[in-house]
């Protein structure tokens, strides 16, 4: 575990260092949700079906997404991208450690660091004026952070694949370039997927992506009641470990491409 | 002026020649874009799918409003990449160079990068706008036609100078830039729907201090000819767009203030 | 008239200083506090047409100030400053047209595109005409043998070439002032000799003002009729070669190698100044101990292979010219 760990923590206290970065993100993520709360008020006040979600709840989901947006697998991480353009990936091949669980750590350090920094502010905020409710319950809390950890995880796994990807320069480019906006659409990050047709909700429930967002953003609302925290998590954990499986395999092709090409 | 034109549109083939030499990875990225704002479109009709409705607006009319402001500012941020990476040149002295040949700024800029890959995005705002104007039945008068226009090239000189604005702060400092897209890529969100639905502060803000209304909402509303619930007349809804123009001429002074500052200063 | 007078120049920067650390940050973002630097502090010289000046000096002594104003691209705090009679800063345009400038670490070609395009590409920058372009591009092409190259792309360019065709790019519109800024950093020692062979070239056939700032004193040596040393934003020394050498010290180095390594030498009127192996350099001002009698005197008293007299290295007088501003 050693080597993993020093990587996630180096990574960690580099990425703390942005904080200007981090303010001006805080400001851009503030306008995004206010403008997208505007957007949602004013679907809801000229419809008097009723919807699968409160307005009330959406309004959260958005916060919500928007103080978690940093976690969010949208590209390979720079660092990664640079390691495989300057060739410094040749180095990382002849450190003895295993090289999928050493970019895994790069990437979780990559999704927590930032997110530290920004969602902090912005669930004072959001909660003190913008209309972000507090978790339904104690145990909608506790529900909430156990799946916003897996969401973490699940996060990293597909940031690490996309980072694999670029080993394959033009495919990788390609990879991330048609599955992340996939990523934002069918985790819940664009609109909150119970607002999505019905007839989309069974692929939806299936499909890992909704572990990154819907997920732990319904249970903290209390619309998953707690009590349904277990199967939540397993769905979660399962795909987070599908995806490392696929990972693990991804890389050892990889590997052979870039032993037999020189890098 | 004819020489700097001839000159402009030298730099934008020595730009494309160059970036046709990563062809797979230029092709790669286009559709990209495309796809990204594709599946961002999916989300808009998802929620009309649902809600029938906004402010009164239906899915085709949005579709006007959005495939406008995408289209302005694909173009924009196609042509307008010098600016936008400025940060960079500042950073690594490259500015140096720009001031040490006998060309304008501006010129040089603008010239920097035409950024082919953008076409992906321009061709999904361009097929948005092309499937709503079909859905809509607008009947087009040459003023619409002219109008249309009109509002699409205001567009772009507002996008174009929030780019030179935010080129202009990295004279001062090249941290905290991302807020600008607060304007840019916030204000793209903003004007895809009506700005009638939005509070009133919020909707004079981008009428008056960076008029996105102007080059979006209020042609729109003439070319859909809806009456305004905040009531503006006709001659200001077809007048509106120039205020576009004059934002970039605004911005070009701002801009070479800050040139003055950096000569001055050479940080 | 000389081609650049500049009189008193000064310029001065605030430096923004942060404690370092989260307080420090935290405190910077509430009150910064500034710490004013003297890049110039009143520099003055005149440089005539068809000189090649050496402009000398460590980082951050002020060197780079001064080619951005006499560029045109910065504006000092006062003094005068006019290059062919004009203000620099005034009308850019109009001065940056009339001058060529050349960036060891960066360079100014179109970096995907082949050398030639570039060319092309600056003529219409400068508004050369065609024929003068021509001219002009065929006669560099020429002089640095680039001719070979010109298809290439620059990213392909070894670092040598690209110097090369940089000079070349720089020199397009026939400029009547070149400023060079460390041309043969990181060259091989081929591409060096090559591109000292068309300064010297360019200077003496063209008759163009060459500003040259490096570190390398070879280059001072091969190319400069005349040095200015510049530290802490003051001018340290200006004129010939031997002027800055007679300046700061008379002292000449007589090296010495012994038959046996482990010997030492020892004169009253001569220091030990280096010692590798057998061979011993020993310094000693001639008008102390006349030359032949120190020799005399060293190859009476010690068993002597060879042994040679030479200047002290030009590095070693500048470095001795830095020391003495700092004490």
């Known amino acids: 575990m050693r080597p993993y760990w020093a990587m996630l923590s180096a990574r960690f206290r580099t990425l703390l260092q942005y904080r200007a970065a981090a303010l001006a993100g805080f400001g851009t993520q503030l306008f995004f949700g206010v403008v997208i709360v505007m957007t949602y008020q004013a679907f809801y006040s000229a419809n008097t079906t009723p919807q699968p979600m409160s307005l009330e709840h959406v309004v959260s989901y958005i916060w919500l997404g928007q103080a978690l947006f940093a976690l969010m697998p949208w590209a390979p991480d720079a660092d990664i991208r640079l390691l495989i353009r300057t060739g410094g990936v040749a180095y990382e091949l002849l450190r003895p450690v295993n090289v999928y669980w050493l970019w895994f750590s790069r990437a979780l350090a990559r999704r927590t660091a930032p997110t530290v920094l920004r969602s902090i502010p912005m669930f004072i905020t959001a909660m003190l004026l913008l209309g972000l409710q507090p978790p339904a319950s104690l145990a909608s809390g506790l529900a909430w952070g156990m799946a916003t950890v897996c969401a973490v995880l699940l996060a990293s796994a597909i940031a690490t694949i996309f980072g694999i990807g670029m080993i394959w320069t033009i495919s990788g480019e390609g990879l991330h370039r048609l599955v992340s906006p996939l990523v934002m659409l069918l985790s819940g990050m664009l609109i909150p997927l119970p607002l999505m047709p019905a007839w989309s909700q069974t692929f939806l429930r299936v499909l890992p992506f909704r572990g990154l967002a819907d997920i732990p953003f319904r249970l903290y609302l209390g619309d998953i009641p707690p009590s349904s925290v277990g199967p939540m998590l397993l769905h979660q954990l399962t795909w987070v470990a599908l995806l490392a499986l696929f990972g693990h395999w991804l890389l050892s092709r990889a590997m052979r491409r870039l032993v037999v090409q020189g890098g | 002026m004819r020489n700097a034109l001839v000159l402009y549109f030298q730099y934008v083939g020595v730009s494309i020649r160059g970036q046709l030499q990563y062809r797979a990875s230029f092709v790669m990225q286009s559709i990209g874009e495309f796809w990204a704002h594709v599946t961002e479109f999916i989300a808009i009709w998802a929620l009309f799918h649902r809600f029938g409705s906004i402010g009164g607006w239906s899915l085709p009319e949005v579709a006007l409003l959005y495939g406008l402001v995408n289209t302005q500012w694909a173009i924009t941020d196609m042509i307008g990449r010098g600016f936008d990476a400025f940060d960079t040149m500042v950073k690594s002295g490259d500015f140096d160079r720009v001031l040490l040949r006998p060309r304008a700024t501006t010129l040089q800029l603008a010239g920097l990068e035409f950024t082919l890959r953008r076409l992906g995005r321009l061709a999904q705002g361009l097929a948005i706008l092309v499937w709503a104007l079909v859905a809509l039945n607008i009947l087009w008068t040459p003023g619409k036609v002219a109008l249309f226009v009109l509002a699409v090239a205001g567009g772009v000189c507002l996008f174009y100078g929030l780019l030179v604005v935010q080129a202009t702060l990295c004279f001062w400092t090249v941290e905290s830039l991302e807020i600008m897209n607060v304007f840019t890529y916030g204000g793209l969100e903003t004007a895809r729907y009506p700005v009638s639905i939005y509070r009133p502060n919020f909707r004079r803000f981008f009428t008056a201090v960076v008029p996105l209304a102007c080059v979006t909402y209020f042609p729109a509303l003439a070319l859909l000819g809806r009456a305004d619930p905040l009531g503006s007349t006709l001659v200001f809804q077809y007048a509106a767009p120039l205020a576009g123009l004059i934002f970039l001429l605004v911005s070009l002074q701002v801009w070479k203030f800050g040139v003055r500052h950096y000569q001055s200063t050479g940080s | ?327």
């Open chain 3, 1 to 327: 008239m000389p081609h650049i007078v500049v009189e008193n120049l000064a310029k001065t920067f605030q430096v923004a200083e942060r404690d370092p650390g989260v307080w420090g940050a935290i405190r910077g973002l509430a009150k910064r506090r500034y710490r004013t630097v003297h890049a110039l502090d009143g520099v003055s010289f005149s440089i005539e047409p068809g000189e090649l000046v050496g402009y000398i000096g460590p980082n951050g002594a002020g060197k780079s100030t001064t080619v951005k104003v006499l560029a045109g691209i910065l504006v000092p705090d006062s003094g005068r400053c006019e290059v062919q009679g004009r203000v620099p800063w005034k009308d850019r345009i109009a001065h940056v047209a009339d001058i060529g400038v050349v960036f060891g670490q960066r360079t100014q070609l179109w970096w995907d595109l082949p050398v030639i395009e570039s060319f092309d590409l600056l003529r219409d920058i400068y508004r050369v005409s065609k024929s003068d372009y021509t001219r002009a591009r065929d006669e560099l092409i020429a002089m640095l043998d680039i001719e070979p190259i010109l298809d290439v792309p620059v990213r392909q360019l070894s670092l040598g070439q690209r110097m090369r065709c940089d000079l070349a790019a720089s020199l397009l519109h026939s400029p009547s002032l070149l400023y060079l800024d460390e041309p043969t950093i990181g060259l091989d020692a081929v591409s060096k000799l090559a591109v000292r062979e068309f300064i010297t070239r360019l200077n003496r056939t063209r008759q163009v003002t060459v500003i040259l700032t490096t570190h390398d004193m070879d280059d001072i040596e091969a190319l400069c009729t005349r040095v200015m040393v510049i530290n802490e934003g003051k001018i340290l020394s200006d004129g010939t070669l031997a002027d800055l050498r007679a300046g700061v010290t008379k002292e000449r180095w007589l090296i010495v190698d012994l038959v046996n390594g482990e010997d030492t030498v020892t004169d009253s009127a001569a220091n030990v100044v280096r010692r590798d192996g057998a061979r011993v350099t020993l310094a000693f001002d001639p008008e102390r101990v006349p030359t032949p009698e120190l020799i005399r005197r060293v190859t009476a008293n010690h068993a002597i292979r060879d042994l040679f007299v030479e200047n002290p290295p030009i590095e070693e007088i500048i470095a001795r010219i830095y020391r003495e501003t700092k004490s």
